[in-house]
């Protein structure tokens, strides 16, 4: 298995409060994600990484920043967290390898609920 | 925009029968072709994928792919299916970009349950 640690693996939070989700690997990939999971909806890209300091919006970026000082750390914050944000939280990771695009190996997962 | 279609979000079968689970994409070039298992409260595990070359691809857990330019289709299939291959599947794409970011695209998912 990939080795891409992701903490915490639960957590509850309250409206309003700002949370910060860690993904953390150690296969030195240069590509992160930030996915979320809604039933109905499959998986969804909220940001991405292609280096360090180097990120970009995905498809549902409203409400989430990142950050990435370090290849092996990808930082998810919720600045103020708002119940539409209860998800779960994937991330993933991917290499090129020559030419092509390696697939992505995915975390356990985030359960995040906002009450 | 790529966009994915699982047209199927639930599909029963009887342990031992065939299954097919249907994939469509909708991409101006042949994109890059993966999918994942999600069995439940885990992260997703990839399959199989197809970048090129033979249309047929042989994955993990006794899966295969075909994949038709024609009909922009991707359809998993399994000869047996067990009750441990109950779970939930997800096909997804990536375009055809070589290097450059890597965004995949997933379709909905399709929950398969199994009956003893």
């Known amino acids: 298995d990939a080795g891409i640690t992701q903490s915490p693996r639960h957590k509850v939070t309250e409206t309003g409060t700002p949370v910060t989700l860690r993904c953390h690997q150690t296969?030195?990939?240069?590509?992160m994600y930030w996915y979320r999971q809604d039933p109905g909806h499959g998986l969804r890209l909220i940001h991405y990484?292609?280096?360090?300091?180097?990120?970009d919006k995905g498809e549902v970026s409203d409400g989430y920043s990142v950050s990435r000082s370090k290849t092996e750390d990808f930082l998810l914050t919720l600045e103020s967290a708002t119940s539409s944000q209860t998800s779960v939280y994937f991330c993933a990771i991917s290499e090129i390898v020559g030419t092509f695009n390696t697939e992505a190996f995915f975390g356990q997962g985030t359960r995040l609920t906002v009450v | 925009a790529q966009s994915v279609t699982q047209p199927d979000i639930h599909i029963t079968v009887s342990e031992g029968a065939s299954l097919e689970l249907r994939c469509n994409y909708s991409?101006?070039?042949?994109?890059?072709l993966f999918w994942y298992v999600q069995s439940p409260g885990q992260g997703l595990q990839l399959l199989l994928k197809y970048f090129s070359g033979d249309t047929l691809v042989q994955g993990i857990k006794g899966f295969e792919a075909e994949f038709k330019r024609s009909q922009s289709s991707f359809n998993l299939r399994k000869p047996s299916v067990h009750w441990s291959d109950a779970a939930e599947y997800f096909c997804?794409?990536?375009?055809?970009?070589?290097?450059?970011?890597?965004?995949?695209?997933f379709g909905k998912g399709t929950k398969l349950s199994v009956i003893p």
């Open positions: 990484s292609y280096g360090v300091k180097d990120t």
């Open positions: 991409y101006g070039a042949t994109p890059y």
């Open positions: 997804a794409v990536v375009p055809p970009t070589g290097a450059g970011s890597y965004q995949l695209t």
């Open positions: 296969e030195n990939h240069r590509y």
